[in-house]
């Protein structure tokens, strides 16, 4: 079962916003085995859309069609499927009580121009609205489908789910397809470079692209994510659910292998395991709690660590010590230049001391564009104290402009914590 | 000039990644008139590729394809390029050089998948690359164009700034079009729903409407943005710039007079200009420098406020005070419920005193999922303590889970201190 997904919208032509509509339709319909092969915008013009459904449907089995549904004459969608199905619009008066009814829920009286939402193509079924007042459509074309559902993504989504992923399971199972499962894993690493992992891994990817002409196969792609880590990949094409958790099991470890062996302890978390969390594994195995003392980060890296549910265990909290006149008197960190191994130490103690935590990290550096302490954009030095250790501070540098800066130093600063206190744990 | 825009990458068609470079490539085609009336994505597969460019060369003047043009053996765009222009590869020595001179600067050797880079349709024109190693094409085809440019999204916004942009702006020159632009500009807001924006500019939008049947038009569309706030965004298509950026002058005006009839004080920024770019302006204005208390938002408010280029002048730090202790020790609140106007208060005047600032701003309340203190997740109190004014405590609640209640609350906090100051300053 192939199926295009085309996403209507001239504000989506413009840039004006993501198409992430697609990005999650394709993301579904992978995991069900459904292939696609390519994904249209079009603009809300009414030739224009029945063209990218005439050539969705010249090669593919249906179409998906997301947007144009709703109550003014900018939603043209229904009249273009009308069209290619060659059929009337009529009106449907289920769905004109369905949606007088909401408004008159929300103590409002339906303005005429909800009608529209009313017409739909004869012939067609209903995926009846539950969150708002456009109904989703299954039309027939031939012996092939078009489903339309509204944009708007928490609307789409809930009729993907509910109508649309049953209707084509159905379908491929009276066709006798194997529906078969896309599944992938993220592996997310911080330590190595982009290329490095690349290069670590070039064996290991050219012996599955030689295995990959059997009936199983794995891939592997790299993706650099800012504060997220640069994530390892791997994608399987498997007959089922078990088969795929089985292959990406065996990858995950085969790759978690290679990359322990070239770069060390770089792996730290799968799929949507974020860094803070596994910070906040390592200080609930230790049961230690944790203070920030953040210059440069601005509180960015507190922000994350909230983020973990249940951080009010471990998480005292950060002082975010942008003005040096607050590091000196709040930290006790000693007047002078503040992007200094000096500096970090004493506000890494000064976190424990304030907030009353069992380790302290602190984050200072240079943001840019300018220079400062006659350090450049860039320079970054992370304090990480703890009762009855030596405070250790690490010093790098991280390319790219504020924004980014900040990024990558809240992500090596928290990166720091899990890598000392773990090795602790396991020493 | 009629542009498509074809992206490369099964990972775009699986939905492991967003294509943000499509989006990108709309909005500056829109922004020197260029129309694009489809996109679309394709997998790494040869006949599809190639049936992609024929689909958009058929229904456009030309084409830009982004991805595919890297060393692998998935990388088959050149291929797919060749294939429609009916032409051979042909290894262009100057590419090789140009390449391996990037991996000697770096004292790295060439790997020989590279060459393939410098394998080029006969008969294209080259983008010379400066950032990474694959150089972009102009590919003739009959009367039509193909360019191609890299995935990656800085190389691929240079070489269309650098080469693609003045390659179309000629080719439109010479087909005596009016290039004409459409322009847009957003008006940010907070303080109004989206529905009550909508009903608020619901006459203007109409008397937009019966205009727009002239060669002039303006369109108003609104999104919701999270921390970015509630963005009204107005659209234009003009003959030239000039012409544009008065329509959205007249259009600004009097979108900002039928809301500051009917909200008041809603708009705080206008395009980029983020809440926080707001709170600075109100600050510089009035010489004041600011501290922050936050428990609920965890640090977010802070690291927004340092996102300001020359936040050091006005912004003293943050006491993220996450367990209660830290609130009780550190800012002198009084023990007790920390979910109340009194906590609210005692924050703010708490991180004056702490950090030594004019202005105080706390954030406390419940992110959920759980009620803290008896009240529900949602809950928000800030205070805004200033020295020789009386501490003022604003209450309110926001919807959404844990992230959206921190941003609303971030956002809504934020914009307290801009129209509290601002209140001030006019007064």
């Known amino acids: 079962m192939r199926i295009e997904i085309v996403a209507v919208g001239t504000e989506l032509l413009l840039g004006q916003i993501a198409d992430t509509n697609s990005q999650w339709l394709g993301e579904q319909l992978a995991a069900i085995g459904v292939t696609s092969h390519f994904h249209q915008a079009v603009g809300d013009n009414h030739e224009r859309i029945v063209l990218a459904f005439r050539t969705a449907l010249a090669r593919a089995d249906g179409v998906i069609v997301c947007g144009g549904l709703g109550p003014t004459h900018d939603d043209i969608t229904r009249d273009a499927i009308a069209e290619v199905m060659n059929v009337p619009l009529v009106r449907d008066e289920s769905v004109v009580t369905a949606i007088r009814a909401m408004f008159e829920s929300r103590g409002r009286t339906m303005p005429d121009s909800n009608l529209r939402q009313a017409d739909v193509p004869e012939g067609s079924a209903l995926i009846r609205q539950t969150m708002g007042t456009a109904p989703g459509l299954i039309c027939p074309v031939g012996h092939k489908v078009v489903y339309a559902v509204p944009g708007v993504p928490y609307e789409m989504a809930d009729m993907f789910s509910r109508a649309i992923a049953p209707d084509l399971q159905q379908r491929m199972a009276e066709r006798g397809e194997s529906a078969g499962v896309i599944a992938s894993r993220v592996i997310r690493t911080w330590g190595m470079s982009e290329s ?37 990949r791997v994608t399987v094409r498997e007959e089922d659910e078990m088969t795929a958790a089985a292959v990406l099991d065996a990858e995950e470890s085969a790759v978690r292998a290679v990359l322990s062996g070239a770069g060390g302890d770089v792996v730290f978390g799968i799929d949507d395991e974020a860094i803070e969390d596994a910070v906040a594994k390592v200080l609930l195995a230790e049961g230690l709690t944790i203070g920030l003392a953040e210059s440069l980060t601005g509180g960015l890296a507190a922000s994350r660590l909230v983020n973990v549910p249940g951080a009010s265990a471990w998480f005292r909290g950060s002082v ?40 302290g990290l602190s984050i200072t550096g240079v943001a840019g564009p ?58």
């Open 320 to 359: 975010v010590s942008y003005a040096s006149e607050v590091k000196f008197d709040v930290l006790g960190v000693p007047e002078g230049p503040v992007v200094t191994e000096e500096a970090a130490r004493a506000m890494a103690e000064g976190a424990c001391r304030v907030l009353g935590s069992d380790v």
């Open 196 to 232: 490095g992992l690349g290069e670590a891994l070039a064996g290991h990817i050219d012996a599955l692209d030689a295995r990959s002409h059997g009936t199983s196969s794995a891939t592997i792609a790299f993706l650099a994510s800012g504060i997220e880590g640069i994530k390892v």
């Open 370 to 427: 300018h220079e400062q302490d006659g350090q450049p954009p860039g320079t970054v030095y992370a304090g990480l104290a703890r009762a009855g250790h030596e405070t250790e501070v690490m010093a790098f540098t991280v390319p790219g402009d504020r924004s980014r800066v900040r990024q990558y130093a809240t992500i090596s600063a928290l990166d720091f914590v899990r890598r000392s206190l773990g090795r602790t744990t396991t020493a």
